[in-house]
């Protein structure tokens, strides 16, 4: 697919099915329970901590087309397959393509699954918009 997926499955009966067989259903958006920073919160924050570590999980065209400096792209299909490339020793800063865009949250359930500190890791709202529209100084 365009989003680098190969192995998609249909659930037959949809979410109605899942629930009449008895299996949980997550509420809320995904990575509500993350931690978030306004684009002012991580300008100040990658000023005085040289140790964040920042993730564009969008496409890489989308990086190619503008990112965070220092930015690594990360885009979400592949954050899986390349954790080893993603310190847990160090604060992360994720983010996607703006408001509506929920990759950098997808992307920090992953991270927390897979065990990284959820202190460790912030959600950037309203991703790189936000971040492209802030007032220079």
């Known amino acids: 697919t365009a989003w680098g997926f190969s192995d998609i499955a249909w659930l037959r009966g949809g979410l109605a099915a899942w629930k009449a067989a008895g299996l949980s ?5 995904p990575g509500a329970d993350l931690a ?11 000023g005085r901590d040289r140790s964040v570590v920042v ?7 989308e990086f190619q087309a ?3 400096p220092g930015a690594r792209s990360f885009p979400l299909q592949e954050v899986l397959t390349r954790l080893g490339e993603i310190p847990r020793d160090r ?3 994720l983010y ?8 950098s949250e997808a992307a920090g359930r ?11 890791i912030r959600v950037l709202r309203g991703g790189w918009p936000a971040w492209r529209d802030l007032p220079s100084r």
């Open 25 to 29: 259903v997550a509420q809320g958006r």
């Open 55 to 61: 993730l564009d999980v969008r496409q890489q065209a």
């Open 110 to 120: 992953l991270l927390l699954r897979a065990g990284y500190d959820p202190d460790r």
């Open 66 to 68: 503008g990112h965070l």
């Open 36 to 46: 978030s920073v306004s684009a002012d919160e991580a300008r100040r924050w990658l």
């Open 91 to 93: 604060p992360l800063l």
């Open 96 to 103: 996607c393509g703006g408001e509506g865009c929920t990759a």
